[in-house]
């Protein structure tokens, strides 16, 4: 019998109608004669009342009782959906991530799955079940509750289809899929069917919001072929798997823009060995990271560093730098938040010649200067202003005839 | 250094605010060099808001689901109690019933407590950590998420003390203890300083609302001396433990006044063995708890039984008998839900004779018609009409002096 984890995300489960909905949803795919398990993330919204429960009782809660705490939002949708699944009799269990056998390392708000004992699972399967899982959630080696972090339950559907040796993997969102840009900044954008995990990690990290990079880190490490589309329609989505040979022939898969970065330029700093490491040493020990990074020695001896950092990293990057400028005998440190990045991704760039100077020759037609530049062998990202971000988007869009056809 | 186990029910920690005062109790008796386990329930209403829920996806939701959704609300307050302990400088770590070690056996909703593995709790009590637990959940031997049904926090609570062997354990509600009568019936009711394991329990059983019988009957089987106290004031509260001898000098401890009782008549049934127990094994079989029972012989060859149960039952109770009835050759049923049970509880009553009596005098004295009698080693009960039965409950408080002195 074919075997299929699917994953809903807080909106799909908002509200008890919309757990009835989900819930027909299953019955509909059981019906076809497939073995199920289910992840589902909190109702949208109730991480958020839990934090501000919180935050009223203690101004710094520690980790373990936030995850304690913020564990009971998805204990409250697998109850209510196995519920809502036995309403129309389907046979159906919770489980929560302890339940489920999701062990996790130690590190509380942002654990990591080290193994899953599928074992229970399996004998609910096996009894003709549809299991429930809680997503973004796991116990420790203590017995302690842990949570996976911002797209925790994306990984956990993913973990749990390579565990259970599922045959599909769905990720049920409130998108139709991967798209070659955003459709609401780019009107002809086109709905992608198919995408390696290599691009689907540029683009993630490029801006695209769709999944965060850990969950396709893990399933390209597992081999899991999962397929992002909505829970609001039946619109097949995109299937994101491993590249195959004819992905090569598109130059181009797609368009990101991120506008949550900042520019960074220290100037005038000493140029000798160690100085661009002490800049990034300081800034990672501050937990900030550090994107696109130029650097280029201007007058004699001395040398200048660009990079992007996020937005909101942006006045802390410079509070830790200006002491550590001293340390290496002087630099002046400026900042610009008002810049976007924007990247073309596709696996076809490694065979393909010219791709750089297409996008540059695209946005110098349209009169949109470039700042930065960085490349990686599937995506070539540019820094530029945050107001021609959008028209950008379009532009790189048309020239690599990523339009409807 | 002694160890004390805390419960604090739904209302004393009904809002962040609470929770926050319940935190600053906590910590003025671990500052007194006390060790602490602190049990708590979920907050006041929260129980109602989950099932209004779960009714609105199933309308006869499966037991194994209910507790894994009701199991939340303990989740929650558990953590918060723990940060707010944290929040002002207080060490503390919280346990789920299944952290706990709590195991239970498998019935769903209304689980019984088998053991308690309290080696990880006693690990963060050396450590100098308060503990705080999640009353009125478990876990059974397959892992499933239970809970021990009503009073079922109490339960956890005395349970917890017997397991870390607690020099004391306090029950944190909403009255200052245990009183001779209802005191928003009887004004000059007084409250007890002490009282015995079985008068409690006759109390509990006769109507008096304070705790649930299981969790005494328990405290009782493992010689748990505990406290019922108020959380909202720091009163002294009613220390209930194994009789001692002094307490026999007292003849009545308490009134009590159960108005959730309905009468039921069966007359002229067959007078021959087995019509009683086939009448009353018709009745268990339809989980219909039978309080007391007379049955008196009538005119030659038939039978008249007269009982109370609990007055939502009393439908159910008559449509079950008339088929037994039917088998039996015949009688009728009448029912009367205008009743009370008024009771007068005391060890004392097992060394001193003339109780019965003087409840008798004193509710004839009064004009107060007794229906239905029954009697225990400690405790006399009577039937009395519903709308007597406050004023009933202030005569028989005075006649054994339980006034104010």
Chains 1, 2 share one sequence.
Do not use: W
């Amino acid at each position: 019998m074919p075997r299929i984890v699917q994953k809903y995300g807080g909106t799909s489960v908002g509200d008890v109608e919309r757990i009835k909905k989900v819930a027909e949803r299953i019955k509909a795919v059981r019906d076809e004669g497939n073995e199920l398990v289910v992840v589902v993330s909190a109702r949208a919204g109730v991480t958020n009342e839990l934090l501000a429960r919180a935050q009223a009782v203690c101004t710094l809660p520690s980790g373990r009782e936030l995850d304690q705490l913020l564990a009971i939002g998805e204990q409250e949708t697998i109850a209510l959906t196995a519920m809502a699944l036995n309403g129309i009799g389907v046979p159906a269990v919770s489980y929560t991530g302890a339940q489920a056998g999701i062990f996790t390392d130690r590190v509380h708000t942002k654990a990591k799955i080290k193994t899953i004992n599928s074992k229970p699972i399996e004998k609910d399967l096996a009894a003709g079940k549809v299991v429930i899982v809680a997503g973004f959630q796991g116990i420790n080696e203590e017995g302690q509750t842990t949570t996976l972090g911002r797209g925790g339950s994306d990984l956990s559907a993913i973990a749990l289809a390579a565990a259970v040796k599922a045959d599909r993997c769905e990720i049920y969102t409130d998108v139709d899929g991967v798209y070659t840009a955003d459709p609401r900044v780019v009107k002809s954008a086109r709905k992608l069917d198919e995408i390696s995990y290599d691009e689907m990690l540029e683009l993630a990290s490029s801006g695209s919001k769709v999944m965060q990079s850990r969950s396709v880190e893990f399933a390209k490490k597992y081999g899991v072929v999962f397929e992002v589309r909505s829970s609001f329609n039946h619109n097949p989505g995109t299937i994101v798997k491993e590249e195959v040979a004819y992905m090569e022939q598109v130059v181009v898969r797609g368009v990101a823009v991120d506008k949550d970065q900042a520019k960074v330029l220290v100037s005038n700093i000493v140029d000798k060995p160690g100085s661009a490491a002490k800049v990034f040493r300081t800034l990672a020990d501050a937990n900030i990271i550090v994107d696109m990074i130029v650097q280029n020695v201007g007058r004699q001896g001395v040398a200048n560093l660009t990079f992007t950092v996020p937005k909101p990293d942006v006045a802390a990057a410079v509070r830790v730098l200006e002491p550590a400028l001293k340390e290496l005998g002087g630099g002046e440190i400026s900042m610009d938040p008002k810049i976007a990045k924007l990247s073309v991704v596709g696996v076809g760039m490694k065979t393909h010649s010219g791709t750089a100077a297409n996008l540059f020759q695209a946005l110098a037609q349209a009169g949109i200067n470039i700042g930065l530049i960085s490349t990686s062998e599937i995506k070539i990202s540019v820094v530029i202003d945050l107001d021609r971000a959008d028209e950008a988007a379009r532009v790189a869009h048309a020239a690599f005839k990523l339009d409807a056809s």
